[in-house]
Every structure is written in structure tokens, then in C-alpha cells.
């Protein structure tokens, strides 16, 4: 065992390169496309799939859907017949409008009064209650009723239940018409959907029509309206205009006749009489002062001067001298005196004449401008109850001449037309989007499943995450019992599965070309990975070199080589150890294999006592003398130490790995035990591969005898 145990090399390290490698390295974009070639068959099988629903669906389930259109267009700002734009006048067109007219459409008292007419109520594709229970209600309600929880209704009266009947047709009704308004125009499209060709477009044609209908109906109403209450005012009006000209006429009666000429000449009447009582005080004036001056003077000739009288002057020349012609002076002098007192009365009389006859005047002016004032107001609201009946009479005319004579906003550019296929369901566009969807679900899977692989499909896989040699690739064997195993291969020595063993024969045999390995172990980690069908085959292909070949079976605990051979002897190799019976005697060769086998035989012992024994080494030593190869058939590595305590007396250690089976994690457990042991694994067996599994992965054409490549050469 010494030549064929070397440092140790930890798996440990492999894998951490090859995690460290998968975790940290860029996408391969061609590792990808390899990994979607390699799963084009499971691709194109969930696309067919994927295909084959949507045709089920489109030519079986789906209820075809036909799509009929009418369009509408939105004539804004009508010339109308008459002036009345105010009443019925056309709409502007600007978006908030258009956005509105788009709400009009869809209106639910519009809706209603297209299913009245139409009666869809009736009709089962609107009316719920109308179509047959399906399948999955039928489901449902026996799901309640088994559970115990039966459908809860409410009944309604008689009333309430029609009408709630009517909401859920125009519900259904909305739901299947579609507004909308063609960008950067006043064009509307009303599309409508159903499971009829015919009853689309009528019902597209009738939402259009009472569309318009109700559009001269909103007008007549107005129209209607504003008749009515322009006649109710211009009866007011008429009553309030002549109350007002009455009262006119009576202020007139009841006045002097007023005018604005009358007041302007009463005006210039005040205004030369004050000229005169300014005149009048200046006389006055005069005369208190003239009057003053004579009771003031004292001398003769202050009183000739002030009196200014040509006989009191001269009088004045002989009044010094002459006492009569004083006396007459004094006289004349008394004479003058009053007679200015008596211009100084009448001054004052004309005065107080004069400003009477100003305030007076005042008075009149007062008077009769308070009097035009009123007369003028009067005649104003006169007029202003004149303009307003004349104006609303005019409106009521007007009014009553637009009647009968109403136009729609809108008008229809095309009726809808009956279409001659469905709209629904677009076969085409479905069947294509389910070819992309299985193509995109199969390369999800496919790469998911590559991501999740956890096994090995490869030699290189395998090498790559344990740093051992892969020595040979055993295809699955065509056999239903592992008894025909041999069988088969006996039978067909040019087959694939038996020149895969040859290649593991030439690989284990040039291991170590000086001193070929003689004693080999064949294990694995877990039972069921194709060790015992390696051992055998090996065994089997090494008598064509014309070698002594034994095969031991090291694990006595399962003993399987009774599912290969019968008649196996019941004693074997435990009772050799024992020494009840010799080498020779438990040999046993069974018919058309040609090699020796030491079968195990049931023991109370602990076998991991027995192959650390020293009686075990002298039996394998006396093997060797007797023997040009001895294959030991051990127990798997994970499950009992057998093999690790075997294998330190073997010349090679030969791991078996199941294809697209083994975990990876088992794999690198068994490893690390046999480092552990300080021992090292010789080579590794990728076995039980499936040539169709390797051509679904996409490898049947690269790798090992399962090629397609080989098919010249083998014979299966």
C-alpha cells in the first residue's frame, strides 16, 4: 500500500477553487448558449406544450369576440337660424369639452336607454342570471354545501330586483364599450364588443344614435325652458312698464309743467335780481352815508357842500348877515335832511322788495328742480322697463322661433360595420406570445436546472471539483437484473458498456506502469452508485488479458454479490479469517464468469475488526501470491469504515460516482475521509450514465463511449 499512497491532496482546496471560481467569476455568455443548447429538447418540449395550450385555448375554450365601430364627429359653434346661442348654441371644442363629451358617452343614463331599446336585459350576454351555471360555479357551490356554508342571497323586492337587474346589464354593457377620441381632432370612436357580429355594430349604431337624439332632446328641453320663463317675464316686464309710465303721467298732472328751459329762465331771473339788490345796496348805501354827512355837518358851508342844493347855496351867501335868510337857510337845510331820510326809506324798502322777490325765486328754483328731478327719474325707470320688455320680448320671439328647428352637436361620419371575423382572440398574437413564453419558461428551467445541478454529468466536472483523475466512464447497462449484467456483457464484447470497461481496465492498468496495481478496491459514498457492477466488470475484463483474477467481497454486511451469482457458498471470506475452512476451499468460481469470487458470509463480529485484523493482511498477502489481480467489493465510505480500513492494502482505490445522481456534498465528505486516512484515491469511475440523458444535456456527441461518435465501433 506504501507505492500507492501519497501526500495527501484535500479535496477541500478544489472545491474552493471551483466555488470561489462560480461565485466570483463573470457570466459566460457561451457557458450560457452551451447550457440552452444543451437543453434545447426540454426548450422546445415546454414550448410545444405551452403551444398546444394556446391552441386549445383559442380554437376550443375562448369565446370569439367581435369588434364593431362607429364613429362620431363634434361639430363646434353651429350657425344657428336665429340668434340664440345662449340657449342652443354649438361648443367650443376645446379639451376639457372634448374630455366631457367623452364622459356624455359614457354616461350610464345613456347606457340605459341603450339597453332599453335594445332589451338587453334579455339578452344572456349581459344578463348574468340568464347563462348556464358553469363548471367551476357548479364546483364552488359544492364546495360550500359540503362545508357547510351555502351561498348567502338576498332577496329583494320585486322593484328594487329589476332594477338592480338593469345596473348590472349596464355594467356589463360599460364594460364592453370602449370611447375614444382620436388625438388632435374632434372625432370620436365608440367601439363596441361582443360575442355577435351583428348585435356589435348595432349596438355601437344605437349608442351613436341616441348619443345625437339626446343632444336635440337636452336643446328642445332648454329651448322649452327659456320659452317659458322669457314668457313669464316678459309679462312682469310689461306690468312694471306701465306702472312706470303711469306714474309718469301722474307726477306730470300733479305738477306745474316743468322743463329745463323754464329752469334756466328762473335762473337768469335770480340773477338780475341780484344784480338789482346789489345796485339797491349801493344806493342804500349812499343815501345813509349822504343822510349821515347832513346829520353830522355844523358849519354853513359844510352843510352847502354836503347838501349840494342851489338855493340853500345861496341862501349861505347872505345867511351870516341876515337873520330871515338864516332862518330860510335852516329851513331849506330841514328840507334837504329829510328828504334824504326819505331816499334812505325808499332805498330800504326796494332792498327788502328786491330780496323777497330773490328768495321767492329761490324757492321756485328749489322747487321745480327737485320736481324735474323726480319727473326725469320716473321717465328713466320708464325707459328702463321699456328697454327690458322690448329686449326679452325680442327673446321670447327669437325662442319661440328656434323650436322644431334644434341641431346636434355631433353627427356620424361612418356607421359600424358588421365584421366578418372575431377581433378576440387574436390567435396569431396568442400563439406567438405562448411560442415566447415556453421558449423563455424552458430556458428558465433549463437554466435553473443547471444552476441547481448538484451532481456531476462529466468527466471534467467530476476532476474539476475533486482533483482526481476520472479513469473511466461506464454507461448504464441495458439489463433489468443485475444477474443479466454479466450476462450482457459476455454476450456483447464489442458493446459500449464493455469497451467503457476496457478503457477502465487499460486506465487502472497504466496507473503505475512498473509495478501494476494488484489488489484494488472498488467503493463509493453511498450505496447504489454502480461499484459492485464496476468490480465485476472489471474482474470479467481482466480475464481477456489472461490474468488469475479474484473477487472479494468486502462488504459482508449487505453481501450483494448473491443478486449476481447463485449458489453462492455460505461460507467465505469471515469463515477464512476464522479458520474454519481455507482460501481454497471458500473460493468459489461461478459458471460463465471465469474468475474466482471470496463471497462474505454473515459473521457476529464487527467486519471493521475483522480488516484491521492481522489475519486479514495475511490473508490478502497470501491472495497476492495466488493471484494476478484481487478486486475487494467494499461498503460505501459514508456509511461504514470498511473500505477506508481495506484500502490500506491495496495497491489503487477506485471511486465510483453515479451520473446526474451523486451530491456533491457526499462526494467531498468521502474525500475528506480518505485524506483523513492519509490516503489517495487512484482514480474515479463516473458510472451508470444515460446515453439519451447525456444527448438531452447536449453531451452525447463529446464525451467518452456514450458519443455519438462511437456508434461505428460499438455493438449494443
Known sequence: MSDSITSKQPIAGANATGSEKSD???????????????GK??????????????????????????????VVILETNQDQIVDLQSVVGGIS????????????????????????????????????????????????????????????????????????????????????????????????????ETESAEKSALIADTIVELYILNQIEVKFEATEQATTWLSNRVSELQLELEEAEAAVKDFSASTDLVSIEGLQGLERQIKELRDRIGSAEAARVTAQARLTSLENAVTVDDKVRIANDTQLSRFAQRAESDDAIRTAFDTRFGL???????????????????????MELDAQLER????????????????????????FLTRLKETSAQQGIQQADSRIL??????????????????????????????????????????????????????????????????????????????????????????????????????????????????????????????????????????????????TLNEYFQDMPKKGIVSVLAGDITLEEAVYRPESFGADVLAGDKSSLNAADLFSSDKFKALIQEMRAKYDVIIIDTPPVLVVP???????????ILFSVKWDSTNRQLVEEAMRLFHNSNQRITGLVLSQISEKGMKRYGYGGKYGSYSAYGTKYYTN
Open 41 to 70: 429538447w426540454t426548450i422546445a418540449f415546454v414550448t410545444i406544450i405551452a403551444i398546444s395550450i394556446a391552441a386549445y385555448y383559442v380554437f376550443s375554450l375562448a369565446t370569439p369576440l367581435y369588434r364593431a365601430t362607429t
Open 368 to 391: 321745480q328742480g327737485e320736481d324735474l328731478i323726480k319727473l326725469q327719474q320716473l321717465t328713466r325707470e320708464a325707459e328702463a322697463s321699456r328697454l327690458l320688455y322690448e329686449y
Open 642 to 652: 470498511d473500505a477506508r480500513i481495506i484500502s490500506q492494502v491495496a495497491d489503487a
Open 414 to 559: 361612418s356607421h359600424a360595420i358588421i365584421p366578418n371575423a372575431p377581433a378576440e382572440p387574436r390567435k396569431p398574437l396568442i400563439l406567438v406570445l405562448s411560442t415566447i413564453l415556453g421558449l423563455l419558461v424552458g430556458a428558465a428551467w433549463v437554466l435553473y436546472r443547471e444552476a441547481r445541478n448538484n451532481s456531476f454529468r462529466t468527466a471534467r466536472d467530476l476532476e474539476a471539483f475533486t482533483g482526481y483523475t476520472v479513469m473511466g466512464q461506464i454507461p448504464l447497462i441495458p439489463a433489468r437484473r443485475r444477474i443479466k449484467v454479466l450476462t450482457y456483457l459476455a454476450e456483447k464484447p464489442t458493446s459500449a458498456a464493455a469497451e467503457a470497461v476496457r478503457n477502465l481496465r487499460t486506465s487502472v492498468m497504466l496507473s503505475n506502469v512498473d509495478n501494476p496495481p494488484k489488489i484494488i478496491v472498488s467503493t463509493s459514498s453511498i450505496p447504489g452508485e454502480g461499484k459492485t457492477t464496476n468490480s465485476l466488470a472489471l474482474a470479467q475484463n481482466l480475464l481477456g488479458l489472461g490474468k488469475s483474477v479474484l473477487l472479494v467481497e468486502g462488504d459482508i454486511r449487505r453481501r
Open 93 to 192: 371644442g376645446d379639451t376639457t369639452e372634448v374630455n366631457s363629451e367623452v364622459e356624455v358617452l359614457r354616461a350610464r343614463d345613456l347606457m340605459g336607454k341603450v339597453v332599453d331599446r335594445l332589451d338587453l336585459v334579455n339578452d344572456p350576454e349581459f344578463n348574468k342570471a340568464l347563462q348556464p351555471e358553469t363548471v367551476f360555479e357548479r364546483a364552488e357551490t359544492y364546495v360550500r354545501e359540503l362545508i357547510g356554508l351555502p351561498e348567502q342571497r338576498v332577496i329583494l323586492p320585486a322593484e328594487q330586483a329589476v332594477v338592480r337587474k338593469r345596473d348590472g346589464v349596464v355594467t356589463r354593457l360599460l364594460d364592453k364599450v370602449t370611447i375614444r377620441n382620436v388625438p388632435l381632432s374632434l372625432v370620436f370612436q365608440i367601439t363596441v
Open 336 to 358: 334837504v335832511v329829510d328828504r334824504a331820510r326819505l331816499e334812505l326809506l325808499r332805498a330800504d324798502q326796494q332792498l327788502a322788495a328786491l330780496l323777497a322777490s330773490e
Open 24 to 38: 466570483t467569476e463573470i457570466l459566460d455568455l457561451g457557458e450560457l448558449l452551451a447550457a440552452l443548447w444543451r
